[in-house]
């Protein structure tokens, strides 16, 4: 299958599956979703998701400090506000990340780098809607099948592991 139709494919299978039953939002503000014409928030693409974007009119896409065997990681920033139908498949399971441990295990989680701009980050994985949580499990799942995907969720599983120890030695100072 080609990059642009596995991205679809994964896009159509979260399509109606959101964090909450109710919009998530309305308690932040659409933080997440808006330009806020602060320090933009940006997502990293998944291998080879630049190519079910094109034409996506209000993202622009661009090469992050991130690298992965010594090549930038795209990152998609909105402009002004998000298209929820043209969203990039970070958007469509965030707060959540497929984590991926040091021996290769994956296990969904809420992500620890969603805490700066995502009230959900406080729940427990239970508390968020159990179709939108079995979405991204399966996505997950499909993500491990494929070498380069299975290797940035590693790749970024190491990002989060450097930011949490970060945030600890913060807690400690």
Known sequence: MEPKDF???LYRKLNKRTPL???CGTLCGNACCVDSGEEPLGM???????EALQ????????????????????IAFCHPYCNRRERPLSCRIFPLF??????????????PRSRDCCPL????????SSQFVRGVRHIAKLLMMNE???????????????????YCQFLKS
């Open 121 to 128: 980050h406080r729940l427990e994985r239970n508390e968020l």
């Open 98 to 111: 497929p984590y991926v441990d040091r021996l290769g295990k994956m296990q969904v989680i809420i992500d």
């Open 7 to 9: 991205y679809h494919y």
């Open 148 to 166: 380069s995907t299975r290797e940035f969720l590693y790749e970024t599983s190491r990002l989060i592991d450097e930011e949490l120890e970060l």
């Open 55 to 74: 034409g996506t009119k209000n993202l622009t896409i661009e090469d992050s400090d991130f690298l992965i065997n010594e090549k930038p990681v795209k």
């Open 21 to 23: 039953k109710n919009d």
């Open 44 to 50: 990293y693409l998944f291998p080879f998701e630049e």
